[in-house]
C-alpha cells in the first residue's frame, strides 16, 4: 500500500456542486498538507495542519476547507466548486521538522464543468 | 518576485549529455534544500536534498550558495529516463519551516 493515499484519482464534477478529496497517510506523521497544481503555476498551498488539533490557510485557501479527522486523514473540501478549481490536487506529509522532504500522494485529478 | 524562481525551459538534450539546472531563492533564513522530480501527471518525488557542502548521487549532484541564495543541480551521462520536471524546492524558516516549490524545470533527453 502506498505511504500516502488519495481518493479518488479522478473526478469531473459540475459547477456549483460540493466535493471532497479525501487524504490518509501510514506514515505516522503529525504534518499534512493539500496543494494545487497549474501548468505553468507549480505547486500552490492550499491548507496545511501539524496535528489533528491545528488547522492553518496557506497561500490560495479561498474556495476550500479542510478537516483533520485523525493523525493520519486529511480531506479538503471545494464548497461549491468552480470551473478554475479545476486542477491536480496533491495532498502531502512530514515529520516534524520538515528536514526530509514531503511525501505525496497521487494525486487527484478534478474538473469542474 | 517568486520566492522559488527556475528556469521553466524546456531543456532538449541527447543522452549522454550532461545538463545543468539552476534556481534562485529569496528568503535568506530558509534552512532545507531539495530538488524533487516529477513525471507527467505524476506525483512529486525526492530526488535529493541538497547541503552546504554540496551533495553527489550517482549521477547527479547537487550544489548549494547560501551567499548567493542559489541551488543547482548537475545530471551527467543523461538518460531517457531522465526525462521528467525537476522542481527546486526550499523550506521557510522558523518552527513552521513549509516547503516552497519553484515551477519547475522540464528535461527531455533524447534518443
Known amino acids: 500500500d502506498a505511504d500516502v493515499t488519495q481518493t479518488p484519482r479522478n473526478r469531473i464534477t459540475k459547477t456549483g456542486k460540493r466535493i471532497m478529496l479525501e487524504c490518509s497517510q501510514t506514515k505516522g506523521h503529525d504534518r499534512m498538507y493539500w496543494y494545487r497544481q497549474d501548468p505553468g503555476l507549480g505547486l500552490r498551498l492550499i491548507y496545511y495542519s501539524f496535528d489533528v488539533k491545528d488547522i492553518n490557510k496557506g497561500e490560495i485557501s479561498d474556495g476550500y476547507s479542510v478537516s483533520r479527522q485523525a493523525q493520519a486523514k486529511f480531506s479538503l473540501s471545494l464548497e461549491s466548486a468552480i470551473p478554475n478549481q479545476t486542477a491536480l490536487y496533491f495532498c502531502?506529509?512530514?515529520?516534524?521538522?520538515?528536514?526530509?522532504?514531503?511525501?505525496f500522494g497521487s494525486g487527484t485529478r478534478l474538473t469542474v464543468v | 518576485r517568486k520566492e522559488v524562481e527556475q528556469d521553466p525551459g524546456p531543456f532538449n538534450v541527447p543522452e549522454g549529455a550532461t545538463v545543468a539546472f539552476n534556481c534562485t531563492y529569496s528568503?535568506?533564513?530558509?534552512?532545507?534544500f531539495f530538488w524533487y522530480r516529477q513525471d507527467c501527471r505524476k506525483e512529486p518525488k525526492l530526488l535529493m536534498s541538497v547541503y552546504s557542502s554540496g551533495n553527489e548521487d550517482g549521477r547527479f549532484t547537487a550544489q548549494l550558495n547560501r551567499a548567493s541564495q542559489y541551488i543547482s543541480l548537475l545530471i551527467r551521462d543523461s538518460k531517457l529516463s531522465d526525462s521528467a520536471t525537476y522542481l527546486c524546492v526550499v523550506s521557510g524558516s522558523g518552527s513552521a519551516r513549509q516547503l516552497t516549490f519553484g515551477s519547475g524545470t522540464q528535461l527531455t533527453v533524447l534518443p
Open positions: 502531502a506529509t512530514s515529520d516534524t521538522t520538515g528536514g526530509y522532504g514531503y511525501t
Open positions: 528568503n535568506s533564513a530558509s534552512q532545507s
